[in-house]
């Protein structure tokens, strides 16, 4: 399943590198890599059922409050129920979201609703120097801004 995901990606990057789309508002997945790894990830699926969080996410019961974008950046799609924060505000870390319901994809402005849940899996990211992301633990008062409109 993995490779498949991979392939698609590959191909939907090529297309994209090459003009062939004139839709500049369409937002392609982005793939990423974790440094580190575990059998187990967000978008797998085990007896049919979706794996939607893992080891170094925090999970939040939201009863299906919105999240918010902390600061102007913008929102991709990552694997199956994730999505991707990126800000230039904070470049060295990405967000990972998973389990909202029909998150608004691309450009936002610090204080947008991105999404809403019952609940919420949060991965923070920080890029390492070689270009993997590691998993660290989330500020106090970043999941706040996520949490309450700004």
Partial sequence: MKSIVRIICVVVLLLSQSGCTSDESVTLARTIQIQQTWQLQPGDSIA??????????????????????????QVQQNVADCILFSSP??????????????????????????GSA???????????PEGTW????????ILEKLLNRQ
């Fill in 118 to 128: 019952e609940y919420v899996h949060i991965a923070t990211l920080r890029k390492q």
């Fill in 48 to 73: 049919n059922h979706s794996v939607v969080a893992g080891l170094g996410d925090i999970s939040i019961r939201l009863n299906g409050d919105s999240v918010y974008a902390p600061f102007d950046g």
């Fill in 134 to 141: 590691a998993m660290v633990e989330p500020a106090k008062d």
């Fill in 89 to 114: 505000d904070v470049p060295a870390y990405l967000f990972r979201l998973c389990g909202l319901k029909q998150p608004k994809l691309g450009s936002v402005q610090q204080g947008d609703t991105i």
